[in-house]
């Protein structure tokens, strides 16, 4: 299915950099994002991670007014750390993280909607959402929100500029 054709199945992805997980850190774009969602996906990591889950969590009590958006939780797939070719260990991992997006936004809202997901720092730099999101098929539309990055907030916390003069 082409690009276009997609688009026309109704289905859009929005990444919401959500920062270091601080509510207050959040940007306006992000709360209206969330807001904006019909279906919010809640990654699992194991139980050595389930702080992640939980600060997602609590982000999305904080700011969601939508009362009819579904938060849903899902197992993240593992990336298989014993391939040789760590290239097509990441690769294959990708593609099972692409698999288990789509069959949730498949078992949760069909071919209509927006799908939402709370990514740490800023999607664009960070993160492999974005390759994993243009793995789907069909391709949604894909919106980006960014983020407050961990050099912006450490810079601001020690009132540190990024720059010198000159």
């Known amino acids: 299915m082409t690009s276009s054709a997609a688009h026309q199945a109704g289905i859009a992805l929005s990444l919401i950099g959500i ?16 807001n904006a969602a019909d279906l919010i996906l809640i990654p699992r990591k194991g139980d050595e991670k389930s702080e992640l889950a939980g600060l997602r969590r609590a982000i999305c009590a904080d700011v969601l ?24 260990g990441v690769d294959d991992w990708h593609d099972a993280v692409a698999a288990t997006w789509s069959r949730e936004i498949d078992n949760h809202l069909g071919n209509k909607g927006r799908v939402a997901l709370l990514i740490w720092g800023d999607p664009s730099l960070y993160d492999s959402s974005l ?7 069909p391709l949604p539309e894909i919106e980006v929100v960014p983020g407050v990055t961990s050099i912006q907030a450490l810079c601001a916390a020690h009132a540190l500029p990024v720059n010198d003069i000159g």
């Open 19 to 34: 920062g270091c997980g601080d509510p207050e850190q959040l940007t306006l774009a992000a709360i209206r994002a969330i």
């Open 65 to 88: 007014t939508n009362n009819t958006a579904r938060v849903v939780e899902f197992d993240l797939p593992k990336r298989n750390a014993s391939e040789q070719d760590y290239r097509r």
């Open 131 to 137: 390759r994993i999101a243009r793995r789907l098929d």
